[in-house]
């Protein structure tokens, strides 16, 4: 079992930035591929960004290409989302997750969620 806690949430102003944290317990995240999530109201879980074990490899959904970074820190089991240049539109819960599967999109590939932490962008 794996247990995820995300923070570092907030609210921003459009441009701002925000750095997410996903802090692991149970297993050692290095077992693990690490995605980003995330849920805006009256919308599916959709994909973020995603890394590998190693954290080697990473890979982006369009919309946050350029402007967020996925990283991670195996000695501390702790994976980071650092979001700069935010929009109105990336207001949303994110959420991390973990998975065995390499280079993974879709939510049902992976095994373990955290509980989210809220994002809200304005004016």
């Given amino acids: 079992q794996v247990q995820l806690v995300e923070s570092g949430g907030g609210l921003v102003q459009v441009g701002e930035s925000l750095r997410l944290f996903c802090v692991a317990s149970g297993r050692a995240l290095n077992n693990y591929q690490m995605g980003?999530?995330?849920?805006?109201?009256?919308?599916?879980?959709?994909?973020v960004a995603f890394i590998t074990w190693s954290g080697t490899m990473t890979t982006y959904a369009d919309s946050v290409k350029?402007?967020?970074?996925?990283?991670?820190?195996?000695a501390k089991n702790t994976v980071y989302l650092q979001m700069?240049?935010?929009?109105?539109?990336?207001?949303?819960?994110?959420?991390?997750?973990?998975?065995?599967?390499?280079?993974a999109r879709r939510t049902s590939y992976?095994?373990?969620?955290?509980?989210?932490?809220q994002v809200t962008v304005s004016f």
Avoid: M, V
């Fill in 84 to 103: 700069d240049s935010l929009r109105l539109e990336d207001t949303a819960a994110y959420y991390c997750a973990a998975t065995k599967l390499y280079g």
């Fill in 66 to 74: 350029g402007r967020f970074t996925i990283s991670r820190d195996n």
């Fill in 36 to 47: 980003w999530f995330r849920q805006a109201p009256g919308k599916e879980r959709e994909f």
């Fill in 110 to 117: 992976y095994d373990y969620w955290g509980q989210g932490t």
